[in-house]
């Protein structure tokens, strides 16, 4: 399991524009994560079409969000955190980046 913790910036609520962010890809037909299991307010997973393992999103302290990436697989956590560009969320490559920083 690996676990990583994204900070936003300027105080953005990152998690829920995070869940928005990906239910506006897969409604329009794209996107390689779907979102699993029963609808919470305060906690999403999102499984991978094509690799086996989930990553669960918690909002945090201070509007971070705690993510946990799970697979039965051994090389399949990194390969979910380089596809669902988890890790580099403070990059122009994720929908999001413009809300999050990177903390290194």
Known sequence: MKL???????????????IKKQ??????????????GA??????????????????LEPGLSDT???AIKSPERGDEARL????????SGYKSNPCSDQ???PA
């Not at 239910?23 to 699993?36: N, P, V, Y």
């Not at 307010?41 to 079409?49: G, K, L, M, S």
């Open 23 to 36: 239910a506006e890809i897969r409604k329009s037909g794209r996107g390689t994560f779907s979102r699993a």
């Open 39 to 56: 609808r919470k307010r305060n906690a999403a997973r999102w499984t991978h079409v094509r690799y086996k393992g989930s990553v669960d």
């Open 65 to 67: 969000v705690e993510v």
């Open 4 to 18: 990583l913790q994204i900070v936003p910036r300027d105080g953005t609520r990152l998690f829920g524009a995070m």
């Open 81 to 88: 955190n380089r596809r669902g560009r988890i890790s580099r």
């Open 100 to 102: 999050a920083r990177n």
